[in-house]
């Protein structure tokens, strides 16, 4: 399965720690997104990388929240001392570059998601 | 920034029958309009898109149209079935800047039996 992978899939977290959420992209797809779901909510967008660089950040808080994509590895979205309202399901999503024109230019595809509860 | 409206927030419908739902956005120089499918606790599912090109794409039972001039577009469900019975969700983005989607609120569609 060459989809889009996300673990954990279930992350458990008291108050104070940090949460880890891992992605690792399609296969071919070099672009990654991280979008937050609050419960019985919409997607929100957060971060937008390529490999090794953040190219849009603005849906993310200014404060606890980071993520990076290196060069070899998955996406990691890092929230350092969490609170029960970061509690969400976080899904990344890749693409291929959104300026090729292969007619599929723009496609997101959704991994599992990763559900945050924060106690 | 862009915002996108999503109208309505459910939908029952019988089966056979038909379901529209429809979405406007703010921001005329978004130029992608994907439709995602969402089952309870699972990913959302990209099930048909449409760009600012075209007015109509179908597939299937399943058919989108875009109006720029007014900035909105809809999904079309012909004969439902049960396993239709999902969240929709509409987006929209610019494939110059990034591509990041913005997405409405999402419609709640139940199909029965």
């Known amino acids: 399965n060459a989809g889009v992978m996300q673990n954990p899939r279930h992350l458990v977290r008291r108050r104070g720690q940090e949460a880890r959420l891992r992605c690792s992209p399609m296969?071919?797809?070099?672009?990654v997104y991280w979008y937050r779901q609050l419960p019985e909510e919409g997607l929100k967008f957060m971060v937008y990388?390529?490999?090794?660089?953040?190219?849009?950040e603005s849906g993310m808080p200014k404060e606890r929240f980071s993520a990076e994509f290196p060069k070899e590895g998955p996406s990691i979205l890092r929230i350092q001392q969490v609170v029960r309202g970061d509690s969400a399901a976080y899904f990344c999503?890749?693409?291929?570059?959104?300026?090729?024109?292969?007619?599929?230019?723009?496609?997101?595809?959704f991994g599992p998601g990763t559900r945050l509860t924060v106690t | 920034g862009e915002n996108v409206e999503q109208h309505p927030s459910t939908l029952s419908v019988q089966e056979g029958d038909s379901a529209v739902i429809k979405c406007t956005y703010s921001?005329?120089?978004?130029?992608?309009f994907p439709w995602y499918k969402q089952e309870l606790g699972k990913r959302p599912q990209l099930i048909i898109d449409?760009?600012?090109?075209?007015g109509e794409k179908k597939d299937q039972r399943i058919a989108v149209t875009l109006n720029k001039t007014a900035k909105h577009f809809s999904l079309h469900i012909t004969e439902t079935q049960p396993e239709d019975s999902a969240v929709y969700f509409c987006?929209?983005?610019?494939?110059?800047?990034?591509?990041?989607?913005?997405f409405g609120g999402g419609t709640r569609v139940l199909v029965k039996p």
């Open positions: 990388l390529q490999k090794e660089n953040i190219i849009d």
């Open positions: 449409i760009r600012s090109n075209v």
């Open positions: 296969k071919g797809h070099s672009h």
């Open positions: 987006a929209a983005s610019i494939q110059a800047a990034g591509n990041k989607l913005t």
């Open positions: 921001d005329s120089a978004s130029n992608y």
């Open positions: 999503a890749s693409s291929l570059s959104p300026g090729l024109e292969t007619g599929r230019e723009g496609e997101q595809y």
